[in-house]
């Protein structure tokens, strides 16, 4: 269906309205709003993605799907300006779009929203602005100057500290001993004095260890602060308000205990103030000096954090931010009247400002904007300006369809085309081939959580007949590499805990109740491996686990009405795994620690000698994929896999087949894109599969929210 007049004059007016001169027949249209997209979502140039979305949506060509698409985006860029355009925008959609059910239901959840929180808006200024500030090395590990002139950053190419200035953008290191080598030496996060006139810095010195130094602004005085041969890892957190110490975080791997500390200035001796159960995210002091704010789960086994206040002298926390949501602490005002978190209250992970007052918040928390996220906190200005850091490593879920007999391709390689591209990953098709699901990071994480293991926060079950898409929310840290059982009733997930243990849980399809299967409890810390998969009769769970400090890889089944493991196969060499649908066969991908020599085998899964069906040796220059990039074809004919070959010139991973019994290897003619293609998945007919790859990461970048703090 073409655009309707109506529309096509409200996109004429919104053309008219902010000057806006466009063709309204473009280029491919699918092209440009992906052009749109990339503004929006990856350059944070929010104006000049609205310019594009109104090229689509003006397009008489397009259909009607892409042009409520377009009409969503485009009230999401307004909404993220701070604009009364969203509103409009979001009304427009649902008057006119009935048809487009999905798009009409966000859109009438954002006016919902708007209409909440207009109250609360009135109070922050029109000025309200979010905007890039700098284009700069990945983590800086820094923090914003009490006076906002600098921002502190570990200089990655010689591991110097340094310092960035936000005016002209000039940059100058503070040390000169970073070196790379054997004997590395480099600086890590860093925390400016409460004058402006030092700054503390964690050091990796020659001898290995963690120091926490010291050193003025010009360069000047450097000296050890703090140093603890039996301490790990340790990061300056923050300075008190009087300038005589520094809160501290270590890790003392011996005893697996981490603490929170405060080091004298003056003298360098440390006072133990807590053993955390986990390594925390933002702490820092209140402004009297007489607590510390931080965030933690609200109680054991939970994965709810809320926000609360560390006497310094001693005494029991006293919660701050208490909410069934989950509440991220990311910093407090310079003048200590609001305190600033990440929270999914509203659906998607929003910044929340609360106003406090003698240190207790007052009221209700303010929603600041709703669908940020960051990867490092840089802190306040005294304007109460905000800076963040942010940086995305694309993953996306491609398919293809192939033919089972010849291996050639029929439908090319394409990208699955969903609301939140850039975010989507290991997929599985269903026993019965009506649903693909996968994992999404579709409410992007806070800044103390980074999903860059190819996990994410929400298990997606797709139907392929009619592209409708289910969310199930299970409540789980960081989860990934799902798979069907064969009554197709339950997925089978990874879940990465916060230290970085893994487990194996059971969701069911229907309701998202969660059964524990493997705990990552059972190991210190537990390491899996490979691709985990129930036998046909549901009876025994097929998965790969590393022991003895990863040096060795077992294949372990698992009796799941006993819970009883037996080893079917144990190597020191790394392995990947894939189980044939008839549950008989295992294909097992292996090469030694010290060398590239690959290696694929066989094996019974009743047990029985592994039959080997190729081996590249040493300086073959060819490479195999790991990580879930292999598969049974649906008949168990054959096996698939990416292989690399760096004889050639620009090498790409290449999908080939090998069959099962033995014989040469196919190419099949599909390129997979990215460094990092993962669960290759085949449909049962034998012609469809899928896969998550990864794509060049956008630039990471320094970000300011501007004007939002409400009026005293």
């Keep these: 269906m073409k655009t309707s007049s109506v529309c096509k004059h409200y996109i004429l007016l919104v053309i008219l309205a902010i000057g806006i001169q466009c063709p309204l027949l473009a280029q491919n249209p699918e092209a440009l709003f992906q052009q749109g997209l990339i503004k929006e979502e990856g350059e944070g140039s929010l104006q000049e993605a609205i310019d594009i979305y109104i090229k689509v949506a003006s397009d008489e060509s397009v259909e009607r799907p892409l042009q409520a698409n377009a009409l969503l985006h485009m009230g999401l860029c307004y909404e993220k300006l701070g604009r009364t355009e969203a509103q409009k925008t979001y009304r427009y959609i649902v008057n006119n779009y009935p048809d487009q059910a999905e798009t009409v239901k966000i859109a009438r959840e954002k006016l919902a929203l708007l209409s909440q929180t207009d109250t609360n808006r009135k109070e922050i200024p029109r000025e309200f602005n979010i905007r890039k500030i700098w284009e700069g090395p990945e983590d800086l590990l820094g923090e914003i100057s009490p006076d906002g002139r600098y921002l502190s950053y570990v200089d ?30 480099y600086a890590e996060d860093s925390r400016w004095s409460p004058d402006g006139k030092q700054l503390v810095y964690s050091w990796w010195n020659e001898k290995k260890t963690y120091e926490l130094r010291t050193i003025g602004l010009d360069g000047s005085g450097p000296k050890v602060l703090y140093s603890n041969e039996e301490v790990n890892y340790m990061v300056p957190c923050d300075w008190s308000p009087d300038g005589k110490h520094v809160l501290a975080c270590m890790y003392f791997q011996e005893n697996r205990i981490q603490t929170a500390g405060l080091i004298n200035v003056a003298d360098g001796s440390m006072r133990v103030l807590k053993t955390l159960e986990e390594w925390p995210g933002k702490m820092c002091f209140t402004r009297d000096g007489n607590h510390i704010i931080y965030d933690r789960h609200q109680e054991d086994n939970s994965s709810v954090r809320d926000i609360y206040l560390l006497p310094v002298e001693g005494g029991n926390e006293i919660p701050l931010v208490q909410h069934p949501s989950d509440d991220f602490f990311l910093g407090l005002t310079t003048d200590g009247k609001n305190i600033l978190f990440a929270s999914d209250r509203d659906g998607t992970t929003g910044l929340y400002v609360n106003h406090l007052e003698d240190g207790k918040p007052t009221g209700d928390p303010k929603l600041v904007q709703s669908g940020m996220r960051g990867d490092e ?28 007999g010849s291996g050639s391709v029929i439908t090319p390689l394409a990208k699955l085309k969903t609301r939140f591209q850039g975010n989507n990953r290991t997929p599985d098709y269903s026993p019965d081939g009506k649903n693909l699901a996968y994992v999404s990071v579709i409410e992007p994480a806070p800044s103390n959580i980074n999903f860059n293991r190819g996990g994410g926060n929400v298990l997606i079950i797709r139907s392929l007949e009619t592209q409708q898409e289910r969310k199930i929310l299970p409540g789980l840290h960081e989860m990934g590499y799902p798979h069907w059982s064969p009554d197709g009733k339950y997925l089978m997930v990874v879940e990465w805990n916060e230290n970085n243990s893994m487990g194996l849980h059971q969701i069911d399809v229907k309701t998202g109740q969660v059964k524990t299967i493997v705990s990552p409890d059972e190991g210190e810390p537990l390491r899996l491996f490979g691709q985990h998969e129930w036998s046909p009769d549901m009876a025994t769970l097929y998965y790969g686990r590393l022991t003895n400090n990863s040096r060795n890889a077992q294949i372990i089944s698992r009796d799941l009405e006993s819970g009883e493991d037996k080893m079917i196969y144990e190597s020191k060499e790394i392995l990947h795994m894939t189980h044939s649908h008839d549950g008989r066969w295992l294909a097992v991908i292996s090469r030694p620690r010290s060398v590239a020599t690959y290696t694929m ?20 220059r060819i490479y195999i994929g790991f990580s879930g990039s292999s598969s ?66 956008l630039p990471p970048a320094v970000w300011v929210i501007e004007n939002f703090l409400p009026s005293d």
């Design 601 to 620: 085998r066989v094996i019974p899964v009743s047990g029985g000698e592994a039959r080997e069906l190729f081996r590249f040796e040493q300086g073959e």
């Design 377 to 404: 906190v840089f802190g306040f200005t005294p304007e109460g300006s905000f800076y963040y850091g942010y940086s995305e490593e694309s993953r996306d879920v491609y398919m293809a369809e192939v033919d089972p």
């Design 156 to 185: 990655w190419e010689t591991g110097n500290l340094a310092i960035y200035e936000l005016a002209n953008g000039k940059k100058r290191p503070l040390t000169d001993s970073g070196f790379w080598g054997e004997f590395s030496r």
């Design 632 to 697: 049974w074809s649906a008949d168990g004919s054959h096996i698939l896999f990416r292989l690399r070959d760096d004889k050639v010139e620009d090498p790409n991973w290449e999908l080939c087949r090998i069959p099962a019994s033995g014989g040469e290897i196919e190419k099949l003619g599909i390129i997979m894109p990215g460094e990092n293609a993962s669960s290759l998945t085949m449909h049962p007919d034998g012609r469809h599969i899928a896969f998550s790859s990864t794509s060049a990461p």
